[in-house]
């Protein structure tokens, strides 16, 4: 009897606890949202200031905070998430009550949280990356009105878009052309230079997430081509929510552009389609004459994404694209160019969390190129003579990453296959393989000092062997401002066309030959570069370049005994770029955001002392984007670029036989865009709207009007 009486006492002790336990707790509940838009946001942080009690939302923006212990009294609520300000809400907090809370966040106009990968090939937050890295961001590319990247990077302080009737949009990073610059889609090499140029027009913006751009040598990770920066396209990844999305604009000179981006949620997998197509009528400078300065084209892209969990500490993803294209230009009266182009790109790539307390990163990803350029008889369309070019290129990578307080090692090898065909190379085909392994430790001695060191060592079958060390400093005097310091050195390797050329032009008795005895360009690479924000109204940066050259490769004329003009490739001229940046970013409200930049750029030839051919000293841009309400936006913008001069060589004595300057211009974009009910957005605006033409420079199209209505789900 003294035995049950005393259970039913313990248990009555238990239940009575529990009962005064359950009266004593407070439930805060909630549901955290985007004010701009009212989406829920997925993964936002809840937590009450100093103590243990927190959550996270769910898919549904929701979360639920049971406190218990608390004395009654005021406590501090704290929300952030990345991309948005952080927000603060005082809660009255006593024993039993139950909290319901709406907490709308507010969109950060700087993205100081946002993750980055470029500059250290492993995800950092940008405020936090060792790296100088350069963050366009995908809000911005929708309300540019731009239809592919160049018109975007055109507006860029520090890029330099260069035209060309013949290889297409270029891009230029202080001093360096796209012969010295790496592309790559979501850490994929594009392939498929022309005359050492990349078309960077080919990547449609409809695919385009965000982009980073790292300037100066980042041939310590990249190797070749990395010499004078890395342009690096992240496309968008699919989420686990159904997202349909499409967009059609159409405007002057026949412009069409149409895409559709699906997004859909099966279980733990996800994936994205895109599907694109871009049309263009052309242009014509002088009328008086036959020759067409602008081509037609017409573009069709697809690119699909597909992302899941293989485990809970493991992950899958694909990625892969296609990319055709045609262009036409009317030459004369009797012929017209016919270019060709198509792409195919995939990527197969698996990350692994908290292996032995290491992250493990494995992709392999293969890329080719198809080329085509014709010269076609208007009247019968005959094919005079053609130059089809296939590039390859299959690449595997290892990538290993581990914390080891105060060190954050990263370590990777990496084997590439490329193969060009081509008529115009020695046997028509060449082939080449690539070892390289590279190594950077980030050590962080204090809180406000981080140290970037590393190196890359490349084992070429070609041009041997390359090692390209690398040191970068950042120091953290205060939470809102870096400075960061480094030093690298870079090469770019001699292309196939260098090496290997021959090529012989009939109708002007024309040899081009390769030389198999290139040595590899090398550059000396140092920057400074200094930034300060208030997540709320500004961001500044300044940076300060210097670059020497050594080894540059160019072509020059070589004696011959029959007469007929002979050029090859040397080693011969050295180069010095040096110069300075600077932008700012303003919000003098929720209504407003300005922009300006300004770079300055200085480079000459030590042989000759001349500046460099085609770079501009002086660039600048500038940018307002006002919101009203019913959500209309207006954003105009301006690009100044200075005056700089071309060279003609003769093609007797191989010698400058002409200079011609290059007058200044300003360019200005302007694009508008309305909400409308049911998820649709009507845009509009015009580019160069100050008509600037040139036919030496460029050749770019005159003022341009488009329309355009998107949809999104």
């Not at 959550?55 to 948005?84: C, P, Q, R, W």
């Not at 019968?380 to 581990?402: A, C, F, H, M, V």
């Not at 090692?467 to 950042?474: E, N, R």
Request: proline share 3%; glycine share 8%.
């Amino acid at each position: 009897m003294k035995a049950t009486l005393k259970t039913f006492f313990i248990i009555g002790f238990i239940l009575l606890s529990l009962l005064i336990d359950s009266h004593g707790q407070t439930i805060i509940e909630g549901r955290v949202y985007n004010k701009k838009n009212n989406q829920n946001l997925v993964g936002a942080n809840i937590f009450l200031e100093n103590t243990s009690f927190g959550a996270s939302t769910d898919t549904s923006g929701k979360f639920i905070i049971t406190v218990n212990g608390l004395e009654t009294g005021h406590y501090t609520l704290h929300v952030n998430y990345m991309g948005f300000h952080d927000h603060e809400r005082k809660l009255l907090i006593r024993q039993g009550d139950k909290l319901s809370l709406k907490l709308p966040l507010k969109e950060s106009f700087l993205y100081m949280d946002q993750i980055v990968v470029t500059g250290t090939k492993t995800e950092r937050i940008l405020k936090d990356s060792p790296v100088t890295t350069m963050v366009i961001k995908g809000e911005k590319i929708s309300e540019s009105g731009a239809s592919d990247v160049s018109e975007l990077l055109g507006e860029v302080t520090g890029i330099t878009i260069d035209e060309s009737a013949r290889f297409g949009s270029s891009v230029d990073l202080q001093g360096f052309d796209s012969n010295h610059i790496l592309f790559m889609v979501d850490g994929m090499q594009l392939i498929g230079r022309l005359n050492g140029q990349m078309d960077i027009s080919q990547i449609p913006i409809s695919r385009i997430e965000r982009i980073e751009v790292v300037k100066g040598a980042t041939s310590s990770l990249y190797g070749s081509q990395a010499m004078g920066g890395v342009v690096n396209i992240i496309t968008k990844k699919s989420t686990k929510n159904l997202d349909i999305t499409s967009d059609i604009k159409t405007g002057s000179y026949n412009r069409y552009d149409g895409n559709i981006s699906l997004g859909l949620p099966v279980g733990n997998w996800a994936a994205n389609l895109v599907l694109g197509t871009r049309r263009f009528g052309g242009f014509d400078l002088d009328e008086s004459t036959e020759v067409q300065e602008g081509r037609s084209f017409i573009k069709y892209d697809a690119g699909l994404n597909i992302n899941g969990k293989l485990s809970r500490n493991s992950t899958l993803s694909f990625q892969g694209s296609w990319f055709d294209e045609e262009q036409k230009r009317v030459l004369n009266a009797f012929f017209e160019e016919k270019t060709q182009n198509k792409r195919t790109a995939f990527k197969l790539q698996t990350d692994v969390d908290s292996l032995w307390t290491m992250f493990f990163r494995a992709s392999v990803d293969y890329s080719r190129y198809n080329h085509s350029y014709s010269e076609v008889v208007r009247s019968s369309g005959y094919i005079k003579n053609s130059d089809p070019t296939k590039d390859e290129l299959l690449r595997g990578e290892l990538l290993l990453s581990k914390k080891i307080f105060p060190h954050n090692i990263d370590f990777g090898y990496s084997y590439e296959i490329e193969k060009i065909e081509s008529i115009r190379i020695e046997q028509q085909q060449k082939k080449s393989q690539l070892h390289n392994l590279f190594m950077q430790d980030e050590y962080k001695p204090v809180n406000w000092l981080s140290i970037l060191a590393g190196g890359r060592y490349d084992m070429h079958s070609i041009y041997g062997n390359q090692f390209s060390p690398k040191i970068s400093l950042m120091l953290v005097p205060k939470s809102n401002r870096r400075l960061r310091v480094s030093y690298g050195h870079g090469f770019r390797a001699p292309s196939f066309k260098e090496l290997y050329l021959k090529l012989y032009v009939g109708d002007v008795n024309l040899w081009v030959l390769g030389n198999p005895d290139l040595k590899p360009e090398n550059s000396k690479a140092f920057n400074i570069d200094y930034e300060v924000w208030n997540s709320r109204n500004y961001h500044v940066r300044a940076n300060l370049f210097y670059n020497r050259i050594s080894d540059l490769i160019d072509d020059i004329r070589i004696p011959s005994d029959d007469g007929s003009l002979n050029y090859t490739y040397i080693n011969f001229a050295s180069a010095q770029t040096w110069g300075g940046e600077c932008d700012l970013h303003y919000f003098p409200g929720d209504m407003v955001e300005l922009s300006f930049g300004y770079s300055y750029l200085d480079s000459y030839e030590e042989t000759s002392g001349k500046p460099l051919s085609g770079k501009a000293k002086h660039r600048g841009q500038a940018g307002a984007i006002i919101s009203l309400p019913y959500n209309i936006k207006f954003n105009i913008r301006a690009v100044y670029t200075g005056e700089k001069t071309d060279r003609l060589i003769d093609d007797e004595s191989g010698q400058v036989s002409e200079e011609i300057p290059i007058e200044d211009y300003f360019i200005y974009n302007l694009n508008i865009s309305a909400a409308l009910p049911l998820g649709l957005r009507i845009y509009g605006g015009g580019r160069n709207l100050s008509d600037y033409v040139n036919k030496t420079w460029g050749p770019m199209p005159g003022r341009e009007w488009y329309l355009g209505l998107s949809y999104s789900y």
